[in-house]
């Protein structure tokens, strides 16, 4: 009897252990879809890093403000110097304000330029730095340039960098506007203008790249 006992446990284990394949079988499974999910997805950002391009045409409809709130989140997500976080984001959609600016930015090539520097762009995106903050303040606001870029592209948005931000925060009416925000005007300096919006016409295409952009050392 103990011995028909010891066959029938040893039956019921072999019985479990033969279910150990069919669950690795299955987390394997899902470890494939997730390499598939992760190498679509970075097919995605590297078409979306080599097909945006600046562009210089916009719609005047303004894009709704979540999306405006996903590239904004992109942007605050850039590297920055000893995650020092530098960098700070004026998200101007006020047409009042976005006019005053471009005024503003126009004037600088001379007080009698009336054209629009932001080309009809509905969204103007400042981005200042603390110099206070890190060393690399300048390199931490161009990156965070960078992601606004490429962020309003996935989200297919038209957007160009419009420099001249430090000029014109440093006028008067610049600096008005920052303390009304309660941003420190002595510390923040304009680093650029990511102006987005709708594309109107057609979209750009690129430009070769120039020879010898690459260096090698192996």
């Given at each position: 009897?103990?011995?028909?006992?010891?066959?029938?446990?040893?039956?019921?284990i072999?019985?479990?252990?033969?279910?150990?394949?069919?669950?690795?079988?299955?987390?394997?499974?899902?470890?494939?879809?997730?390499?598939?999910?992760?190498?679509?997805?970075?097919?995605?950002?590297?078409?979306?890093?080599?097909?945006?391009?600046?562009?210089?045409?916009?719609?005047?409809?303004?894009?709704?403000?979540?999306?405006?709130?996903?590239?904004?989140?992109?942007?605050?997500?850039?590297?920055?110097?000893?995650?020092?976080?530098?960098?700070?984001?004026?998200?101007?959609?006020?047409?009042?304000?976005?006019?005053?600016?471009?005024?503003?930015?126009?004037?600088?090539?001379?007080?009698?330029?009336?054209?629009?520097?932001?080309?009809?762009?509905?969204?103007?995106?400042?981005?200042?730095?603390?110099?206070?903050?890190?060393?690399?303040?300048?390199?931490?606001?161009?990156?965070?340039?960078?992601?606004?870029l490429?962020?309003?592209?996935?989200?297919?948005?038209?957007?160009?960098?419009?420099?001249?931000?430090?000029e014109?925060?440093?006028?008067?009416?610049?600096?008005?506007?920052?303390?009304?925000?309660?941003?420190?005007?002595?510390?923040?300096?304009?680093i650029?203008?990511?102006?987005?919006?709708?594309?109107?016409?057609?979209?750009?295409?690129?430009?070769?790249?120039?020879?010898?952009?690459?260096?090698?050392?192996?």
């Open positions: 009897m103990k011995k028909l006992l010891f066959v029938f446990a040893l039956a019921v072999a019985a479990f252990s033969s279910c150990g394949p069919s669950t690795s079988s299955t987390g394997s499974g899902a470890s494939t879809v997730d390499n598939n999910t992760n190498e679509i997805t970075m097919n995605t950002t590297m078409q979306d890093l080599l097909t945006r391009r600046s562009v210089r045409s916009y719609t005047d409809q303004i894009p709704p403000k979540e999306v405006i709130e996903e590239i904004i989140e992109a942007g605050t997500y850039a590297p920055t110097g000893m995650n020092r976080q530098a960098p700070i984001i004026v998200a101007v959609t006020n047409c009042e304000v976005r006019d005053k600016l471009s005024k503003l930015n126009g004037a600088v090539f001379g007080p009698d330029n009336d054209r629009d520097p932001f080309y009809g762009a509905p969204v103007v995106l400042v981005v200042l730095a603390d110099t206070t903050a890190a060393f690399t303040w300048k390199e931490d606001g161009s990156l965070v340039m960078g992601n606004l490429n962020a309003a592209h996935a989200k297919g948005l038209g957007s160009c960098w419009i420099h001249r931000a430090k014109v925060f440093e006028t008067e009416e610049g600096k008005a506007i920052l303390r009304e925000l309660g941003i420190d005007d002595t510390k923040y300096v304009g650029g203008n990511c102006i987005l919006g709708y594309t109107a016409g057609d979209y750009p295409e690129a430009r070769p790249r120039k020879e010898n952009y690459v260096y090698w050392i192996e």
